[in-house]
């Protein structure tokens, strides 16, 4: 895994912890985060606790953050931009 991709793995994470995320549901997203291949939508931690398939898709920097958003829940995560 890209390791640039480490801290919003670490974001969409907590927020499945901060939701009441089993460990074992927490183990399975951020399996399919990390074998996601190359190119192809990450995938939403809110879509996962509902059971449903979302895609996270970037959008443009915004104030020392780069934020992505779900294309089936429309949750967005602000992430902040390394330095």
């Known amino acids: 895994m890209n390791s640039a991709l480490m801290p919003l793995l670490e974001q969409l994470t907590k927020h499945l912890k901060d939701n009441g ?16 291949a190359p190119g192809d939508p ?20 915004l104030d020392g953050y780069e934020p992505v958003k ?12 390394p330095t």
């Open 21 to 36: 995320a089993l460990q074992s549901s927490v183990a399975e997203f951020q399996s399919r985060f990390q074998n996601a």
């Open 42 to 61: 990450l995938p939403c931690p809110q879509c996962h606790l509902e059971g449903r398939i979302g895609r996270l898709i970037p959008l443009p920097e």
């Open 70 to 81: 779900c294309t089936e829940c429309g949750e967005t995560y602000p992430v902040k931009t």
